[in-house]
């Protein structure tokens, strides 16, 4: 299903440049109409399409996907933390209608307060050819919200803020808290249970005690609270007081906060102390000139710049910069390719393979920059390092051989050779006959050295791309001891017609069925005189299967000598005593024996002999194979 497949990776990029660009950036100009136009693809023989998500994995039309695809993957993980089971799509869905639906999706759910999936039916969204199938466990979150609303029961301090919050404030409340950090030195325990309480407090609490007051009130309480406070807790104290029309705060400028702070309390130990200070600084630096009827002047644009600088800094060794992915996705988007950039790229290709491949084969054909990335990424040494795994990933695989080339001959070459288990040599196989017949002479070059294994694939790739170069020596193989390195060169010099007596001979000096058959068939279109022996015997042998034994048949009817001809007699006939022969009874050695009899030697007495003898016979089937109309 490659157009689904190609949908949704349209939309999980889709999904991504929503949550990270504001509404109206020409970067989404073509997003939802291109996602319309795959959808139209996707559904051109199908009325719909659903899409179902666990935590880790995309389920379509009941299939589960592999999950190690990053954008599928992180696809999959937004509908889950919307508790969104599934989304159904029928033929037909226009670009406004996956607008809005990225716009429900983009936003975080920590931001949005309620997982889609958990609104009330009535609120739920829904349009005409989209539609949102929450996860359906009403039990399970009844418990969950008894037991967040026990855990939520507020203590004195939470309980008396939120009164003070329903009052006018006093000057006393407003010097309380830009007291704070003196609090904090005197009476730890005091500034922990006031903080707390500032963090406990809903958005619509701090919203009511933040407009109580003019912006220097609430510059100075955040001035003096943010110290004490969370990170997670300071983006939101700043985003209720941005509610006033004097003092906005663009939705874009909160999630880059939001971004800070998630980094500031997930980043390492030995960081996290540096990442605190640059998203308090920030904010020191934005509520700086609240008092101004326009916050954009000095301290707004100083205070952007201060935050550009913070988290576009290079990192130490060892760490991922910030949002690799997210860095990678504007170059591509504004067609530039600077060092932050490039860092950001070389991180991807090194930590997130399958993720970067995905952005790269979502930009568009004519991208300069997609075009230089890709000959960074997409390289012999790249596919090395895919195929160094003793479990290769072949679909990673595959997405780099199609822009290596010719190229991937070498390291597939070298993984054949090191691989161990045949269902992975297959695999390599395949793709090494992909490439066509142009990689005869690499694989000729390498079969001197290579192990009895690999030497049996690399001789099965000659006869699966239908080539056997000039030069090459074929006969060393017909001794290796490895019987399926034999099988492979016999069914190459029959094919090519290299060597064939030799090969004949060989394959007929061979105890196992399966090789004895390659030189049976050949000896039938061409037999050297020097393997008669060889198949007589093969004929006399009544314990070799009896398709075998048709082919020895056919091969020895074209030697055209009188001891051929015996062993054809003595093979369609029994003794009867004392002198005299009679025909054996109706068998596939018999009935192909007389035919071959009347097809090649009646210019031989005992040859006619044997055909008089087989029309006498009660049994039509033997009549049939000595007539003249079986022989023709």
């Known amino acids: ?63 589960e996907l592999k999950p190690g695809r990053a954008l599928l993957d992180s696809l999959a993980a937004r509908l889950h933390n919307h508790q969104i089971a599934a989304l159904h799509f029928t033929r037909g869905a226009t670009a406004d209608e996956f607008g809005l639906l990225l716009g429900e999706l983009a936003v975080d759910v920590e931001r949005r307060g309620t997982p ?31 037991e967040e609303e026990a855990e939520k029961a507020p203590g004195p301090v939470e309980e008396a803020a939120a009164v003070l919050a329903d009052v006018e404030l006093s000057p006393e409340l407003a010097t309380l808290g830009a007291e704070l950090r003196e609090i904090s030195r005197a009476d730890p325990e005091t500034s922990a249970r006031l903080a707390g ?15 109580s007051e003019d912006a220097a009130f609430a510059a100075k309480l955040i001035r003096g609270s943010v110290s004490e406070l969370s990170p997670k807790a300071v983006v939101e104290l700043v985003e209720a007081a941005s509610s006033d029309e004097a003092r906005p705060i663009g939705p874009w400028l909160v999630r880059l906060l939001t971004k800070l702070a998630f980094y500031a309390e997930t980043a390492q130990v030995t960081s996290r102390p540096g990442s605190d200070d640059a998203l308090r600084d920030v904010v020191h630096e934005l509520v700086g000139e609240w008092q101004l009827e326009d916050p954009r002047p000095a301290a707004y644009s100083g205070a952007l710049g201060q935050m ?43 930590k ?36 160094e795994d003793e ?35 297959d695999q390599i ?22 192990e009895p294994e690999a030497s049996r694939h690399l001789l099965a790739t000659l006869n699966e791309l239908g080539v056997c170069p000039k030069g090459f020596a074929i006969t060393p193989f017909f001794a290796d001891p490895n019987a399926s390195v034999r099988t492979e060169a016999y069914r190459l010099a029959v094919h090519h017609g290299r060597d064939i007596e030799v090969a004949i001979e060989a394959s007929l000096g061979e105890s196992d069925p399966r090789l004895l058959a ?56 029994r003794r009867r005593w004392p002198l005299r022969r009679k025909i054996a009874p109706a068998s596939p050695v018999v009935l192909e024996a007389l035919a071959c009899v009347r097809a090649g030697f009646l210019h031989l007495p005992r040859a006619r002999d044997l055909l008089e003898l087989a029309a006498e016979s009660p049994d039509t089937t033997i009549r049939g194979a000595a007539s003249s109309e079986r022989a023709e």
Request: with cysteine.
């Open 1 to 63: 299903m490659p157009d689904v497949r190609a949908f949704l990776n349209e939309l999980a990029v889709a999904l991504q440049k929503h949550a990270m660009y504001p509404s109206a950036h020409p970067a989404l100009r073509t997003v939802t109409s291109d996602l319309a136009a795959r959808l139209e693809q996707a559904t051109a023989e199908r009325p719909s399409l659903t899409v179902g998500a666990t935590k880790d994995r995309l389920i379509v039309e009941g299939e």
């Open 116 to 146: 889609i999936g958990l609104e009330p039916p009535d609120k739920l969204p829904m349009w005409a050819h989209i539609r949102i199938e929450p996860v359906e466990y009403e039990a399970l979150r009844l418990g969950q919200r008894e």
């Open 197 to 211: 309480a500032l963090r406990n407090m809903s958005p619509e609490d701090l919203r009511r005690l933040l407009d």
């Open 308 to 350: 550009a600088t913070k988290t576009v800094e290079a990192p130490a060794d060892g760490e991922r910069p910030f949002f690799s992915d997210r860095l990678v996705m504007m170059g591509l988007e504004m067609e530039m390719m600077g060092g932050m950039i490039a860092l950001a790229l070389r991180d991807l290709h090194g």
């Open 352 to 387: 997130n393979l399958d993720e970067l491949l995905g952005l790269l084969e979502a930009a568009s054909e004519r991208s300069r920059v997609a075009e230089v990335m890709w000959r960074e990424v997409a390289s012999r040494e790249t596919l090395e390092k895919v195929l």
């Open 391 to 425: 479990q290769p990933n072949f679909e990673t695989a595959d997405r780099l051989i199609a822009r290596v080339g010719l190229g991937a001959a070498e390291p597939l070459l070298e993984a054949l050779q090191r691989a161990r288990g045949p269902a992975i040599r």
């Open 429 to 450: 196989v395949a793709r090494l006959v992909g490439l066509g017949p142009v990689i005869a002479g690499a694989i000729v070059a390498r079969l001197d050295s290579a």
């Open 518 to 573: 390659i030189g049976l068939t050949a000896a039938a279109d061409a037999c050297p005189p020097s393997a008669e022996p060889l198949l007589r015997r093969h004929l006399a042998n009544q314990q070799l299967p009896i398709q075998l034994r048709v082919r020895a048949v056919r091969a020895l009817s074209g030697c055209r000598t009188e001891s051929a001809l015996g062993a054809l007699v003595r093979s369609a006939t």
